[in-house]
């Protein structure tokens, strides 16, 4: 059986004493689409940070195998993990392309003389940036910052690229551009980690699926059963999805 390139067990984190993750496990094989969906509070974000090392947590985190638990955010970082947080946290001053330079730092401690070249990949993803590459980034549109912190991420290489909310605030269209994205970085075999309020989108384009309440697991499975699941159907996708 192959292993997973992300296997989380019994994973329990929070803040202060407020425990808000319950003993989590969750599997990622090389190159799916995961989501985790759930409502307001559930822990999603949660998740994401304790995975990527900015919050303590207890349980087991073993990416390609290896226990990272003890590992720092900038040592998971260095093993090809990246997140784009919910808040973007894009140099609002520094223009598109500064930007993308200062997420090539992997790449250029790996001692790769062409991780420039990654610009014109991420540009070729995301015309739209090449078109604003020195325009500064805070005073693009929302969806365009979305898409320049994706493009951020991906100038690292990840082999697991986690994504908090990325349709959060934005219109209809531009979702429908991010969710395309997220289905493109699929094909160039990168492990995705979505979470996402956006149930109906979040499933159509995953290949497994948990849903999380409370900070427990409620329900698992390959996405396009949780898709037609009465519970899930009920709670996060409205009775239209039912005749869909």
């Not at 070249?117 to 969806?143: C, H, N």
């Not at 059963?225 to 996060?236: C, F, G, Q």
Request: glycine share 10%; net charge neutral; charged share 25%.
């Amino acid at each position: 059986m192959t292993t997973p390139l992300l296997q989380v067990d019994g994973l329990r984190a929070g803040y202060g004493k407020a425990e808000v993750l319950h003993g989590i496990d969750l599997r990622a094989a090389a190159g799916s689409v995961i989501t985790v969906i759930g409502p307001n509070g559930a822990g999603k974000s949660t998740l994401l940070n304790a995975l990527m090392g900015v919050l303590p947590a207890r349980g087991r985190i073993a990416y390609q195998g290896q226990d990272i638990g003890a590992l720092t955010l900038e040592e998971r970082v260095m093993l090809g993990i990246a997140l784009v947080p919910e808040r973007r946290e894009l140099f609002a001053t520094m223009s598109v392309e500064d930007n993308l330079v200062l997420g090539g730092f992997r790449q250029l401690r790996l001692g790769n003389r062409q991780w420039r070249d990654r610009i014109d990949e991420v540009f070729t993803l995301f015309p739209r940036l090449k078109e604003r590459r020195a325009q500064e980034a805070g005073t693009m549109s929302g969806g365009e910052r979305q898409m320049l912190a994706v493009g951020r991420a991906l100038m690292s290489r990840p082999k697991l690229l986690m994504l908090d909310e990325p349709s959060l605030g934005l219109a209809p269209l531009i979702v429908r551009d991010i969710f395309h994205t997220i289905d493109q970085l699929r094909q160039t075999g990168v492990t995705i980690l979505l979470v996402e309020q956006n149930a109906r989108a979040a499933l159509e384009v995953a290949d497994h699926g948990y849903v999380l309440e409370m900070g427990e697991l409620a329900l698992n499975g390959p996405a396009s059963e949780l898709a037609h699941d009465p519970r899930v159907i009920d709670t996060y996708l409205g009775a239209a999805r039912a005749h869909a």
